[in-house]
């Protein structure tokens, strides 16, 4: 019932930036915390940020200073800002919402991207 749909990734150079939206759609529940996590080849899938409903975040270390996570409630949307991009940061990014009054989390279908050096 609910979809989570990424947009913004692509091809970049190292030190570039890019900004990832992802929406959330078709909920019968109010979305708690959104956030994001990669998965790189070979990699297991691993957390990049958390932004709860009240604006509380957690970032991993690997990106922590150069990537920001945002949201907007009136639009269910989450953000990555990612800055100074490096070549270790390319994988698949995937969106995810926690349903509030509800068990379990959404998941988008991810949204490649690729760092150049």
């Known amino acids: 019932q609910v979809q989570l749909v990424e947009s913004g990734g692509g091809l970049v150079q190292a030190g570039g930036s890019l900004l990832l939206s992802c929406v959330a759609s078709?909920?019968?529940?109010?979305?708690?915390?959104m956030g994001w996590y990669r998965q790189a080849p070979g990699k297991q899938r691993e957390l990049v940020a958390i932004?709860?409903?009240?604006?509380?975040?957690n970032y991993a270390y690997s990106v922590k200073g150069r990537f920001t996570v945002s949201r907007d409630n009136a639009k269910n949307t989450v953000y990555l800002q990612m800055n100074s991009l490096k070549p270790e940061d390319a994988a698949v990014y995937y969106c995810?919402?926690?349903?509030?009054?509800?068990?379990?989390?959404?998941w988008g279908q991810g949204t490649q991207v690729t760092v150049s050096s």
């Open positions: 995810y919402a926690n349903p509030i009054g509800a068990p379990g989390a959404y």
């Open positions: 078709g909920s019968r529940f109010s979305v708690g915390s």
């Open positions: 932004i709860t409903r009240g604006g509380n975040t």
